[in-house]
């Protein structure tokens, strides 16, 4: 897998999360640029998934087992959007923690495909 759109992934959940995280604590919802940011990061997801199952179909294979990584990889490819969805239900400080909550898990599923991959 390629290792650069890991990095960047990860890195920009982790600025997703941070930047709602800071939302919730000025007591404010998610508001229409976190979904743009939240829309960035699910297209990177999107790219990620792409290129996962482009991969397998050329023959790679995951150093911990070929169901596991789809497993993961499906999970983050959810992970965003299901958090911007959630904070739609919520649209109070709690909708802008949910979402900073799945920046850090898709941030720590990054690492996990790294390490599931062989990296």
Excluded: N
Aim: charge should be neutral.
């Amino acid at each position: 897998m390629l290792d650069a759109l890991t990095i960047v992934l990860a890195v920009g959940a982790v600025v997703l999360a941070a930047w709602c995280g800071f939302a919730a604590y000025r007591d404010q919802p998610t508001k229409d640029w976190h979904f743009i940011g939240m829309a960035v990061v699910a297209l990177l997801a999107t790219v990620q998934l792409v290129v996962g199952v482009v991969e397998l179909a050329r023959g790679g294979k995951p150093e911990q087992g070929t169901v596991i990584f789809v497993s993961y990889l499906l999970g983050a490819f959810a992970c965003v959007p299901a958090a911007g969805f959630m904070s739609l239900a919520e649209r109070t400080r709690w909708g802008s923690a949910t979402v900073a909550a799945g920046g850090v898990v898709l941030a720590v599923l990054e690492l996990r495909l790294y390490d599931i991959w062989g990296g």
